[in-house]
């Protein structure tokens, strides 16, 4: 049975990030498979996917994802993002001396290149399928993993999500221009915010039209990623100035969300587009 606290859950950020996937659907080239085109309801409904797996009654679930979600730059030591997977990722900050690693920095660039390489390997397996039901059973992988990929791209347009001041400005880090400390920050702007001020036809507007084939994936997922990380202090610069808040804001703020979200949309398009076009030649 759901816990409340699970219920909640399902509501914070439900609605960005269902407008990522919907915005990243109804900007793709009609070059890709009629079942992918077709499926934008689906691949907007998975996108908040990952937080419905967030139950600490169901310890087992719960702990398998709980790290992924995010990335704190600030701890992760120099080359450390240089490794090969998750694992090497891990290795290395053990080697730096951090407590508990997997929770002092998180996995979100490896979460997001496991997901890209499993739909690049399932759009290359369904180009290969021996019979219509094979297909068929394969386009449901596929969709799955296009989905909840989307969950995860969509983290890391948060600046939040890239950082030790994920919910208010950290206590263990100085603070000489009085940022928020409000515990509430990090919900209030991605939940509340979004529901009461950002317009879905806004977001879709900055989504632009031509089709992006990554070069290179994983330079653009750590370039994406840094990207984010260069808006934290933006993000605090605009709270303290005029406010995430449905009673105290301004252009400016609303603004700032509608990038946020149309960049995610936009990513997460380029790698769908990716992940097809490069399964050709496997």
């Given at each position: 049975?759901?816990?409340?606290?699970?219920?909640?859950?399902?509501?914070?950020?439900?609605?960005?990030?269902?407008?990522?996937?919907?915005?990243?659907?109804?900007?793709?080239?009609?070059?890709?498979?009629?079942?992918?085109?077709?499926?934008?309801?689906?691949?907007?409904?998975?996108?908040?996917?990952?937080?419905r797996?967030?139950?600490?009654?169901?310890?087992?679930?719960?702990?398998?994802?709980?790290?992924d979600?995010?990335?704190?730059?600030?701890?992760?030591?120099?080359?450390?993002?240089?490794?090969?997977?998750?694992?090497?990722?891990?290795a290395?900050?053990?080697?730096?001396?951090?407590?508990?690693?997997?929770?002092?920095?998180?996995?979100?660039?490896?979460?997001?290149?496991?997901?890209?390489?499993?739909?690049?390997?399932?759009?290359?397996?369904?180009?290969?399928?021996?019979?219509?039901?094979?297909?068929?059973?394969?386009?449901?992988?596929?969709?799955?993993?296009?989905?909840?990929?989307?969950?995860?791209?969509?983290?890391?347009?948060?600046?939040?999500?890239?950082?030790?001041?994920?919910?208010?400005?950290?206590?263990?880090?100085?603070?000489p221009?009085?940022?928020?400390?409000?515990?509430?920050?990090?919900?209030?702007?991605?939940?509340?915010?979004v529901?009461?001020?950002?317009?879905?036809?806004?977001?879709?507007?900055?989504?632009?039209?031509?089709?992006?084939?990554?070069?290179?994936?994983?330079?653009?997922?750590?370039?994406?990623?840094?990207?984010?990380?260069?808006?934290?202090?933006?993000?605090?610069?605009?709270?303290?100035?005029?406010?995430?808040?449905?009673?105290?804001?301004?252009?400016?703020a609303?603004?700032?969300?509608?990038?946020?979200?149309?960049?995610?949309?936009?990513?997460?398009?380029?790698?769908?587009?990716?992940?097809?076009?490069?399964?050709?030649?496997?």
């Amino acid at each position: 049975m759901l816990t409340v606290k699970l219920l909640l859950l399902l509501l914070w950020g439900a609605t960005g990030h269902e407008m990522v996937g919907r915005a990243a659907a109804e900007r793709l080239p009609a070059d890709m498979p009629s079942f992918f085109l077709e499926a934008g309801a689906q691949l907007s409904y998975l996108n908040p996917e990952p937080d419905r797996w967030r139950d600490r009654e169901r310890r087992e679930m719960d702990q398998a994802f709980a790290y992924d979600h995010y990335i704190d730059l600030e701890n992760v030591p120099d080359g450390a993002l240089e490794a090969r997977d998750r694992y090497e990722f891990l290795a290395a900050l053990y080697g730096a001396g951090l407590e508990k690693p997997e929770r002092d920095a998180g996995f979100l660039p490896f979460r997001i290149m496991e997901l890209y390489q499993r739909l690049e390997s399932g759009f290359a397996r369904w180009r290969a399928a021996a019979t219509p039901a094979q297909r068929a059973w394969i386009e449901a992988r596929i969709l799955n993993d296009a989905g909840v990929l989307g969950h995860y791209v969509a983290d890391a347009s948060q600046p939040h999500h890239t950082t030790i001041h994920f919910n208010g400005w950290s206590a263990d880090a100085p603070n000489p221009a009085g940022y928020t400390t409000d515990r509430q920050f990090h919900s209030r702007f991605e939940s509340r915010f979004v529901e009461d001020h950002v317009r879905y036809d806004d977001v879709l507007a900055r989504v632009p039209w031509p089709t992006p084939v990554l070069p290179d994936v994983r330079a653009a997922v750590m370039a994406y990623i840094m990207d984010s990380h260069a808006q934290v202090e933006p993000l605090y610069e605009i709270e303290k100035r005029v406010g995430f808040d449905p009673d105290r804001t301004g252009p400016e703020a609303e603004a700032f969300a509608v990038r946020r979200l149309a960049v995610a949309a936009d990513m997460l398009r380029a790698l769908w587009i990716t992940a097809w076009v490069t399964s050709e030649a496997g």
